[in-house]
């Protein structure tokens, strides 16, 4: 019997669904450990927030490409490459590529200029009111985004790895995932988040080069073969090896795979979760070394993903891999049974649940990212900035800790509800989108703020909604929604713009916005204070 009819029958014995079940809950034991062991060392703000700022450049490297190896990353990428060969490849390439951008253009300036949220920059020379509130909602709205994405791909993993399929087991998954992502930042915010960000970088990695290794030991460490048997059994022949197989059949495609390319590329250095990382080490130098550190992890991974999905390709065969999940979410556990020795052998099931408990580790962790960086974005940047009034009391360090924690169980449920019902929903385009809003909001106000004297309070506003109302509604009249048989809506037809990623627009309308907010507005720039964050975010003098 093939692992792709074992999987897509359920036909796991209950043995063998009973080690999976018991990987996931060792896991499962061993974050609640950290988050328990967390949650007693601090209970400050800047515990809460940033960890006490204590983790060194190698921790927190690893727990930046915790943060940012999603399930998406794991499960997607691979099976992309697995099915579509070049394209696939050109498809992880904008992950890498975006590294290089919050190396050189965020890193040091965010720890420097910032103390626990993009906000935070904005306000050391804007007024603080207007601009916490634009970035708040910008950041609360791509952290949903993200997160509905992540907590749909939980139950959809779980209920296939598991052999229950959809219905009830999918939507328990969801809420038991939901569940444990509140505990995990409710009490033990940020230290117990890097934590377990920590121990699923180290577990992500060695899962993938133990796979490579063992691929490369098939082949007998010749690549070409490797590429040609894969080529060979994709069904598209040389094609597999080759640019269009994906992306290039037609303008519109190409056009969509480079609005995808902008949207992760220039997403990342504007999304939340990632850039809240920063101020978790003590200085901007060591801000920089753990963007290093990451930029390397994120790297072999993604070229040990290149492995990963040519050995799906060839082991497994691209079209069980397209049976078991058309979208090849389920290529690297096939591929680790194949590994194994096959479905029915020992080894196979052992190294398939092992799999299956890494990828499980890594959602746990990136959602648990996710809600921590809403929860800062609604209670440090909404509820203490933008909501309390200028002549009323201060809002202690106590009740913002108090109101993080309580956002954190409120956007938890939220994100349960709304994966319950979005669990039919494309997941991709809600990761997508959630690039696409990152890069059209967060990226031209934090660049501007940075470098351009002349920018205002009112630039900074107009940039923000400027790209996060168009990049939403695009995506709502695209046939991501509406006018295809895999639309959101396949009855209906209200769509008018033609691609699937909003970003080739929505991001230029962000930066335009800005520009345009900011040479109209009769209120001009303040030079000392823009002087005083130049000289903060370059030097770090002042920084907290």
Known sequence: MSARTVLAAGAWSPGRHGLAVALFAVVVLVTLGITLWAGRRGRAAEDFYAGGRGFSPLQNGLALSGDYLSAASFLGV??????????????????????????????????????????????????????????????????????????????????????????????????????????????????????????????????????????????????????????????????????????????????????????????????????????????????????????????????????????????????????????????????????????????????????????????????????????????????????????????TERQEVLAARLSAVAIGALAIVLSLFAQRLNVAFLVGLAFAVAASANLPTLLYSLFWRRFTTRGAVWAVYGGLVPAVLLVVFSPVVSGTPASVLPGVDFHFFPLENPGLVSIPLGFLAGWIGTVTDREPADPDRFAEMEVRSLTGAGAV
């Open 78 to 395: 691979t099976g992309l490459i697995a099915l579509y060969g070049y394209d696939g490849v050109l498809y992880s390439i904008g992950f890498l590529v975006a590294w290089l951008l919050v190396l050189m253009l965020v890193a040091e300036l965010v720890r420097n200029a910032g103390r626990y949220t993009l906000a935070d920059v904005l306000a050391v020379r804007m007024r603080a009111r207007p601009v916490r509130a634009a970035a708040g909602t910008a950041g609360l709205v791509v952290s949903l985004l993200y997160l509905v994405a992540q907590m749909v791909g939980a139950g959809s993993l779980v209920a296939l790895l598991l052999g229950t399929g959809d219905g009830p087991a999918k939507a328990w998954t969801i809420v038991g995932v939901g569940a444990l992502m509140i505990v995990y930042v409710t009490i033990g915010g940020m230290r117990a988040t890097t934590w377990i960000q920590i121990v699923k970088a180290v577990l992500l990695v060695a899962g993938s080069v133990l796979l490579t290794v063992l691929v490369l030991v098939r082949f007998h460490g010749d690549v070409a073969e490797l590429m040609r048997t894969a080529a060979d059994r994709s069904g598209a022949g040389a094609a597999y090896l080759e640019p269009g197989l994906r992306y290039g059949a037609s303008l519109t495609s190409r056009l969509d795979f480079v609005s995808l390319g902008l949207a992760l590329v220039l997403g990342t250095a504007g999304l939340p979760h990632i850039v809240c990382r920063f101020y978790t080490v003590p200085t901007a130098r060591a801000a920089r070394r753990s963007t290093i550190w990451a930029i390397g992890l994120v790297g072999g991974f993604y070229l040990m993903a290149v492995v990963l999905g040519l050995g799906a390709a060839a082991l497994v065969g691209s079209a069980e891999v397209r049976r078991a999940n058309p979208a090849g979410n389920t290529a690297v556990p096939l591929l680790a049974a194949e590994l194994g020795g096959g479905t029915g052998s020992t080894r196979g099931v052992v190294l398939f649940a092992l799999i299956s408990a890494i990828a499980f580790a890594t959602i746990l962790a990136v959602v648990a990212g996710l809600t921590l960086a809403s929860s800062a974005a609604f209670a440090h940047d909404l509820y203490a900035g933008a909501w309390r009034r200028g002549d009323g009391p201060q809002v």
